[in-house]
């Protein structure tokens, strides 16, 4: 081997769920929302003419919306390119000590691959059976601590009384609130951060704004936290926010009434789609997400999975230790779950 084949870093990427190219599809698998962003969005969308130009760094429309949005000062906000790139430049900043990070063993799969990109040592601790967090393992010497809340893939919410015991036993490394679900059912801990300035709550435009194409995620946290996170951004690019983002992202936060109903359409969804799946001999753990995370008492998922592939209909699929007998599938629009019903009543 040569030289510079050596010297090349060696990852395993996340793999993300897939985009088939086909319009006619049930499309269940990513965890998108079923309906489009707000008509505000779609309304400056038109308008944008800036884009000859450099956008703002800071992204400070952006960060203002969010900050009056949430009660917090601008110096709170920190925003990225989608909730991955805010975990990512947070892995860089703040997990650089001997000690391993901790997360559980199943949850969202993007943490371990930044752990290995940045060479931080880590340690999985198992859920219990019923795939909650046991947050009593969570009493031991750490590099920072990173957990979804409601946890992906399971969609369970852990109670904020629960949040509050990890970071009540961990103030002296970095404890990351990964919120990319809250919207649909789960409680964020942003009262908290008055509390505990090494905590890192972060959140999406992804699903519960329907604007995963446009990348837009933030972190909010203590003025040092979010100081030392955007000294690592500029470090690396200044730009990472563009023109369309900024602008969009704050013309979402400006339409709440749109936020609450199609927030409110998939919840109730969920609810009724929970009832149906169990009438069909699915069994799952009680989501607050737009996803339920199901196993049916005697057809091995995968083969669920394959059949409903083949039908146009996408789930996803985890084939891993534990998880490998579910499906997890994103809550749509009633007629998607239902033609996805249609399927499963049919197949069975
Ligand atoms: C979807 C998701 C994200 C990332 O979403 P972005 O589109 O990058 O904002 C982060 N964490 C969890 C648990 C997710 O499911």
């Not at 060696?10 to 793999?15: C, F, L």
């Not at 601790?125 to 409601?150: Q, S, T, V």
């Amino acid at each position: 081997m040569r030289k510079w084949e050596k010297l090349i870093r060696k990852v395993e990427p996340y793999v993300p769920g897939e985009q088939p190219k086909s319009e006619n599809v049930v499309k269940l698998n990513t965890n998108e929302n079923p309906y489009p962003p707000s008509p505000k969005v779609m309304e400056c969308l038109k308008q944008i003419d800036q884009l000859r130009k450099y956008p703002d760094p800071a992204a400070s429309e952006l960060v203002r919306a969010i900050a009056d949005y949430k009660g917090l000062k601008e110096s709170q906000v920190f925003v990225g390119v989608g909730s991955d790139d805010v975990l990512a430049m947070a892995f860089m900043t703040f997990f650089n000590g001997e000690d391993p990070i901790l997360f559980p063993d199943i949850t969202y799969s993007f943490y371990d691959v930044w752990a290995d990109l940045f060479r931080i040592p880590y340690e999985r601790l198992a859920l219990d059976e019923d795939f909650l967090i046991r947050k009593e393992d969570y009493r031991r010497p750490n590099g920072g601590i990173i957990f979804p809340n409601p946890n992906a893939p399971t969609g369970v919410a852990m109670a904020l009384y629960d949040v509050e015991d990890i970071l009540a036993h961990n103030q002296e490394t970095i404890v990351i609130v990964d919120e990319a679900y809250v919207d649909f059912g789960g409680v964020t801990a942003q009262p908290l951060l008055d509390k505990y300035d090494n905590l890192l709550v972060v959140q999406t435009f992804s699903k519960s704004r329907s604007m995963a194409g446009m990348r837009i995620g933030y972190a909010m946290g203590s003025e040092r936290l979010i100081r030392a996170i955007n000294d690592v951004k500029y470090s690396f690019n200044s730009y990472t926010m563009n023109q369309p983002s900024i602008l969009l992202g704050k013309a979402s936060i400006e339409d709440e009434a749109y936020f609450q109903e199609t927030r409110a359409k998939i919840m109730e969804t969920r609810e009724w789609f929970k009832k149906e799946m169990k009438d069909l001999g699915f069994s799952f753990p009680d989501s607050s997400a737009n996803f339920i995370f199901a196993r049916h008492e005697s057809v091995p998922a995968r083969e669920i999975f394959e059949a409903a592939r083949k039908e146009n209909v996408y789930v996803r699929y985890f084939p891993k230790a534990r998880i490998d007998n579910y499906l997890r599938i994103t809550i749509g629009t009633r007629e998607e779950m239902q033609k996805l019903l249609d399927f499963l009543r049919e197949y069975l």
